[in-house]
């Protein structure tokens, strides 16, 4: 069983389920794990370059989309 949401993919043959910048087997979380600790968009992409920018600015958008959504 695959689902896809935007830029993020989610399979149970892929890292067990876990959402996953789609086309890669990077987790979603480990952006936002980056972010938290300061790191930068520039350094995430020097560990993890099967990931691209597109990618991340799509999700951030998406994700402050539904933030504003839900407290609008």
């Known amino acids: 069983m695959s689902q896809n949401f935007s830029v993020i993919g989610i399979s149970t043959e892929i890292m067990g389920g876990t959402p ?3 086309g890669t087997r990077v987790p979603i979380q480990t952006l936002f794990d ?5 790191e930068s968009i520039d350094d995430f992409l020097e ?26």
Not at 34 to 38: D, F, K, Q, T, V
Not at 60 to 66: C, D, G, R, T, Y
């Open 47 to 72: 560990g993890f370059p099967t990931v691209s920018r597109e990618q991340i600015i799509a999700l951030l958008e998406e994700a402050k989309k539904q933030l504003i959504s839900r407290v609008a």
């Open 20 to 22: 996953v910048f789609i």
């Open 34 to 38: 980056y972010l938290e600790a300061g």
